[in-house]
T-cell receptor, first 115, second 111 residues
């Protein structure tokens, strides 16, 4: 397996534009997590899915953020409209079972810059 | 909010020395994990220790867990320049599937 695949690796967009980040988890993994990493706030859990169902989205900062997982092999994180303070590295991770019971595998991240 | 806080925030040592990083967390947990992140890359899992374990080893890594103090430590022995990275602890609180990360320790190992 190629691991968790995220796209794009880098995204530069203008304030107000819609941004869609994509993630392909490792096949067979039941859990998918979206994290955001900034210098100021560290690594924040935004939302996680179990078997394609969103379980906890309490970390999603605002209604401008939404995430979907239409099937077991694909998830998106959308920001609409984007703002400069959304600039960060966004990571997707997947794990075989519940979050802490086994290791999570991370993608390489999407570095988002909103200007 | 973050569950774990690492200490120190940054650590600089010479090759061959040992590096110790500490993690404190707030609520009771099932498991605690340590991850490593090289600059510009994703996190990589290092070791997992369960709440009923007190110590675990993996190669040059030694992890301890004290659930009474809600703290863990990661010891890297005989450090190498290639160990330069940020190290994070991650915990899952009881009755939740969330994996929450601490603030991280930036380790610099000089040749």
């Amino acid at each position: 397996d190629a691991g968790v695949i995220q796209s794009p690796r880098h995204e530069v967009t203008e304030m107000g534009q819609e941004v869609t980040l994509r993630c392909k988890p490792i096949s067979g993994h039941d859990y998918l997590f979206w994290y955001r990493q900034t210098m100021m706030r560290g690594l924040e859990l935004l939302i996680y899915f179990n078997n394609n169902v969103p379980i906890d989205d309490s970390g999603m900062p605002e209604d401008r953020f939404s995430a979907k997982m239409p099937n077991a092999s694909f998830s998106t994180l959308k920001i609409q409209p984007s703002e400069p303070r959304d600039s960060a590295v966004y990571f997707c991770a997947s794990s075989l079972v519940a979050g802490g019971n086994t290791e999570a595998f991370f993608g390489q991240g999407t570095r988002l810059t909103v200007v | 909010s973050q569950q774990g806080e690492e200490d120190p925030q940054a650590l600089s040592i010479q090759e061959g020395e040992n590096a110790t990083m500490n993690c404190s967390y707030k609520t009771s947990i099932n498991n605690l994990q340590w991850y490593r992140q090289n600059s510009g890359r994703g996190l990589v899992h290092l070791i997992l220790i369960r709440s009923n374990e007190r110590e675990k080893h993996s190669g040059r890594l030694r992890v301890t867990l004290d659930t009474s103090k809600k703290s863990s430590s990661l010891l890297i022995t005989a450090s190498r320049a290639a160990d330069t990275a940020s190290y994070f602890c991650a915990t899952d609180a009881l009755n939740t599937d969330k994996l929450i990360f601490g603030t991280g320790t930036r380790l610099q190992v000089f040749p």
